[in-house]
T-cell receptor, first 111, second 114 residues
Framework: AQSVTQPDIHITVSEGASLELRCNYSYGATPYLFWYVQSPGQGLQLLLKYFSGDTLVQGIKGFEAEFKRSQSSFNLRKPSVHWSDAAEYFCAGGGDYKLSFGAGTTVTVRA | DGGITQSPKYLFRKEGQNVTLSCEQNLNHDAMYWYRQDPGQGLRLIYYSQIVNDFQKGDIAEGYSVSREKKESFPLTVTSAQKNPTAFYLC?????????????FGPGTRLLVL
């Protein structure tokens, strides 16, 4: 079955430091992968998506993600974190009729 | 300004009561979805609809019902059969149903049981 796993439940990072969130997928065919961000009590906002082609994908808010087929990973990165990046981040894989979500990673930003 | 609206933001349910969550989109999308979010579990699909007057069960449809009478609207009813309804409910839409389709989400409704 297709699935997405986020190994880290919670990450704390200092403002201005770099951030990397891990996502592993299990798909037989070419995966269609997404990263969403959710602020407390809000809906999900799309950060970026990967369908095919260039394995380094640029998104909004200064985020990027790299697709690595050999490692079955689609990790999200940001070079310098801002306090407003504190949120929950979800990796998701496109299925025939639904998105399969990871459990999410909560990011805390300390001053 | 295109988007997805959900109402109400908070909803309280009494024992034995059915409640309905509203979802409206003006993106001209054919497909709409309802997800349930519980802490530490990601999002789980309740129902989805590919087109007007058609809908399919997702992974956790028991205790829920939906209708799709208009393209713009996909209301979700939480029935008294749903024994653990307290959760955050998210509505989404996409142009079509499929692996390549990007889903866009509304702001959510938090359902609490009195």
């Amino acid at each position: 079955a297709q699935s997405v796993t986020q190994p880290d439940i919670h990450i704390t990072v200092s403002e201005g430091a770099s951030l990397e969130l891990r996502c592993n997928y299990s798909y037989g065919a070419t995966p269609y992968l997404f990263w969403y961000v959710q602020s407390p009590g809000q809906g999900l906002q799309l950060l970026l998506k990967y369908f095919s082609g260039d394995t380094l994908v640029q998104g909004i808010k200064g985020f990027e993600a790299e697709f690595k087929r050999s490692q079955s990973s689609f990790n999200l990165r940001k070079p310098s974190v801002h306090w407003s990046d504190a949120a929950e981040y979800f990796c998701a894989g496109g299925g025939d009729y639904k998105l399969s979500f990871g459990a999410g990673t909560t990011v805390t930003v300390r001053a | 300004d295109g988007g997805i609206t959900q109402s109400p933001k908070y909803l309280f349910r009494k024992e034995g009561q059915n409640v309905t969550l509203s979802c409206e989109q003006n993106l001209n999308h054919d497909a709409m979805y309802w997800y349930r979010q519980d802490p530490g579990q990601g999002l789980r699909l309740i129902y989805y609809s590919q087109i007007v007057n058609d809908f399919q069960k997702g992974d956790i449809a028991e205790g829920y019902s939906v209708s799709r009478e208009k393209k713009e609207s996909f209301p979700l009813t939480v029935t008294s059969a749903q024994k653990n309804p307290t959760a955050f409910y998210l509505c989404a839409s996409s142009m079509f149903v499929g692996r390549r389709e990007t889903q866009y989400f509304g702001p959510g409704t938090r359902l609490l049981v009195l």
